[in-house]
């Protein structure tokens, strides 16, 4: 199967790096299937999944740099919550996930970042 069959974006559509990444994938021809992180926001499940895939830190898909995270002094709670709470409250918000977030079936990046992404997809 080709990767480009099964690969999930989410986005936040006001987003100026989401859109930024959803111009790449499309002039590159990747097809994949948008997901609007903030009305369809992920499960605690599917973060769990693709947090394991991704190989990377738990806190690297917050979005740290949102107002959300920052009103709710989540740098100071993280390190105490254990990764169950921490996937229920990613799941409790779309806005505190880090976007855009790509999703293969090897694989999921937090962000945009052209190398990796390019890697990924094998463009």
Request: proline share 7%; glycine share 4%; net charge positive.
């Amino acid at each position: 199967m080709d990767v480009t069959d099964s690969i999930l974006f989410l986005e936040y559509p006001k987003c100026s790096t989401c859109q930024k990444a959803k111009k790449w994938l499309d002039g590159h021809g990747v097809r994949y299937e948008a997901r609007n992180i903030v009305e369809r926001n992920p499960t605690a499940d599917e973060l769990r999944a693709w947090h394991e895939r991704s190989g990377l830190p738990l806190k690297r898909f917050f979005n740290t740099s949102g107002m959300l995270y920052r009103e709710m002094e989540l740098s100071k709670k993280l390190p105490a919550m254990s990764e169950a709470e921490q996937y229920d409250l990613l799941a409790s918000n779309g806005m505190l996930v880090k976007r855009p977030l790509l999703v293969t079936p090897d694989t999921a990046i937090p962000g945009f970042k052209e190398p990796a992404w390019r890697s990924t997809l094998n463009l």
